[in-house]
C-alpha cells in the first residue's frame, strides 16, 4: 500500500462555479484514521466533503484523494460514499441485494456481470450491517434506520479504502444508531480511512478519534474529537495513532452485526 495520505490539501479553496465556500484549507489524514467533520449549517463542511468527492469545484489550492489528485483515481472503487438522504428511494421496485450490488459495480464498471465472488461480497457486505435475512427484501418494506444501513452496505461492497459519509445518523432511531457504530467499528478495524459529515458526534463517539470543525469556510479546530467545540455526548472515544493500518480497505471477514429479527 501506499505511503501517501488518504486525504491531503493544500492551499484548497473549494466551492461553486467561480464562488469559494471552503478556502484556504490545510489538512492531511493519514490512512486508516477516523475523523469528524463538524460545524453549524453554512460552515462549509458538506462543501468540503463535495470536494472531496469531485462533486464541487476545486477553484485553488492542491487536493489528493488516495494518492491522486481529486477526480482522477482511476480504481473509483477505492472509495465508498454513503450519502446524506435517509432512505432508498426509486421508482422501481428493488431488493436489498439489488441495491447492494450497485455498489460492486464501482469495481467492475458498467458493462460487466457480477461474478460469483462479487455476489458473495454483496451478500458479505450485507450481512455485514446486520440485515443478512433480508436480502431478497424490497428496500420499501424496510424502515428508514434499515434502509440507511443499505445505503452503508452499498459502499462496503465495493470493499473502498476510504468512506466518506454525510450524516450518516440523522433521523435515524438509537437502535439503528448503535447497530451502524458497530458496523463501522468493524469496517474501521480492517484499517478503511473514516471521513463522516455529522451534527452529532454523540452515536459514534467510540468509532472517531479526531475532529475536524469547519467555520465559515476556514478549520478552526483539528484535534481529537473530546477536544472540539461541538459536544461529544455519552459514550467512550478511542484516540488513536494516524499509523498504518493492516489492511488497505474493509474486509468481509470482519465482525457481523446480529440481524435484528426483521425489525
Known amino acids: 500500500m501506499s505511503d501517501r495520505p488518504a486525504l491531503r490539501l493544500r492551499g484548497a479553496s473549494i466551492g461553486y462555479g467561480d464562488v469559494a465556500i471552503v478556502r484556504g484549507v490545510d489538512l492531511t489524514v493519514h490512512r486508516g484514521e477516523t475523523v469528524a467533520v463538524l460545524g453549524s449549517n453554512g460552515s462549509g463542511k458538506t462543501t468540503l466533503a463535495r470536494g472531496l468527492l469531485g462533486l464541487a469545484t476545486v477553484l485553488d489550492g492542491e487536493v489528493e484523494v488516495l494518492g491522486a489528485p481529486v477526480g482522477r483515481l482511476r480504481e473509483r472503487g477505492r472509495i465508498g460514499y454513503v450519502p446524506q438522504r435517509h432512505t432508498v428511494s426509486g421508482a422501481v421496485p428493488a431488493t436489498v441485494r439489488e441495491v447492494v450490488g450497485v455498489g460492486r459495480l464501482a469495481r467492475l464498471g458498467l458493462f ?80 478503511t480511512t473514516l471521513v463522516v459529515v455529522t451534527h452529532e458526534t454523540a452515536p459514534l463517539a467510540g468509532v472517531l478519534s479526531r475532529a475536524v470543525v469547519v467555520d465559515h469556510g476556514r478549520i478552526g479546530y483539528d484535534g481529537p474529537l473530546a477536544g472540539s467545540e461541538l459536544p461529544v455526548g455519552g459514550g467512550h472515544h478511542h484516540p488513536g495513532e494516524p499509523g498504518r493500518p493492516p489492511a488497505p480497505g474493509y474486509r468481509l471477514d470482519q465482525p457481523r452485526v446480529t440481524p435484528e429479527g426483521g425489525r
Open 112 to 191: 460487466r456481470r457480477l461474478r460469483p465472488a462479487d455476489r458473495t461480497a454483496v451478500a458479505d457486505a450485507v450481512a455485514a450491517v446486520g440485515l443478512g435475512d433480508r436480502m431478497n427484501d424490497p428496500v420499501a418494506s424496510l424502515s428508514g434506520g434499515q434502509q440507511r444501513r443499505v445505503l452503508v452496505a452499498r459502499a462496503l461492497a465495493a470493499e473502498p479504502e476510504l468512506l466518506i459519509m454525510d450524516e450518516p445518523t440523522a433521523g435515524v432511531d438509537a437502535a439503528n444508531q448503535d447497530a451502524l457504530a458497530a458496523v463501522l467499528a468493524g469496517v474501521t478495524a480492517s484499517g
